[in-house]
């Protein structure tokens, strides 16, 4: 309880620095919590794990898209390897500030485990059509450098924080909140981090594993769900009349 305080300082800062991670982190949360509950973990760690996962992002909350709001884009300008390299370190950067206010180990290691060791994909990708014409056919770049420190997670309660904070992000991209979309997105983000064996260490059974993908499906849909959409006017300046209010 007192770590999950809105008004923890390390937490106040978050929002003061980086609103939009602030708001990824509460919604990552929900997600996550629930998806813990499905499961008998330890739902109350996982949310406040997920509160401070991304805390590391307030040193430099431009170089992440979502404080960037659709704005310049810094990684345009940077090299693939060099933007790997500042979008890695957030998790270190995570790490070093929650022992500095003094969070508690069981938390560190959430934030220390939230990528486990994860590919920053889209910038190796990038590395590597850069550099096709110097690599010998069918050859890619060493992934390495692209990859996040780890470790893989260790606990039941890290993998969901790793798949919650995943699936967050990408369902803000789908513009059609379809249940099949959503299914098939998650689908794909745990599949994916299965064959990578991020989850190789967590203990999580494949029982387990689809029981947290459902419960994500249905915490991303009924936090996206559809509104009606009222009537605009019928002529300018008329005084808008008061909608009725949805069911």
């Known amino acids: 309880l007192e770590y999950g305080n809105p008004s923890h300082p390390l937490l106040l800062e978050l929002n003061r620095r980086a609103p939009a991670t602030y708001n990824h982190s509460i919604q990552t949360a929900a997600i996550a919590e629930a998806a813990a509950e499905a499961i008998g973990a330890r739902a109350s760690l996982i949310r406040v794990g997920a509160y401070f996962h991304d805390v590391g992002k307030m040193l430099q909350p431009e170089r992440f898209t979502e404080n960037q709001r659709g704005g310049y884009n810094v990684h345009d300008k940077l090299e693939p390897r060099m933007s790997a390299l500042v979008i890695v370190a957030h998790v270190k950067d995570g790490v070093d500030l929650a022992k500095r206010y003094h969070i508690p180990r069981q938390i560190v290691d959430l934030i220390e485990q939230h990528h486990g060791t994860m590919l920053a994909g889209f910038f190796y990708q990038k590395a590597n059509e850069a550099a096709k014409d110097e690599l010998p056919a069918g050859q890619q770049l060493d992934e390495a450098p692209f990859r996040y420190p780890g470790p893989i997670p260790q606990s039941k309660e890290a993998p969901i924080l790793?798949?919650?904070?995943?699936?967050?992000?990408?369902?803000?991209?789908?513009?059609?909140?379809?249940?099949?979309?959503?299914?098939?997105?998650?689908?794909?983000?745990?599949t994916a981090r299965l064959e990578d064996g991020q989850l190789n260490d967590s203990g999580l059974t494949l029982g387990e594993i689809r029981r947290v993908e459902t419960s994500m499906v249905t915490s991303i849909l009924a936090s996206r769900h559809n509104r009606v959409k009222y009537p605009a006017t019928a002529k300018?300046?008329?005084?808008?009349?008061?909608?009725?209010e949805e069911p």
């Open 162 to 190: 790793l798949l919650a904070a995943a699936a967050e992000s990408a369902s803000r991209s789908l513009g059609d909140v379809a249940p099949g979309r959503i299914e098939n997105l998650v689908r794909q983000l745990v």
């Open 236 to 244: 300018a300046g008329d005084e808008a009349k008061e909608p009725k």
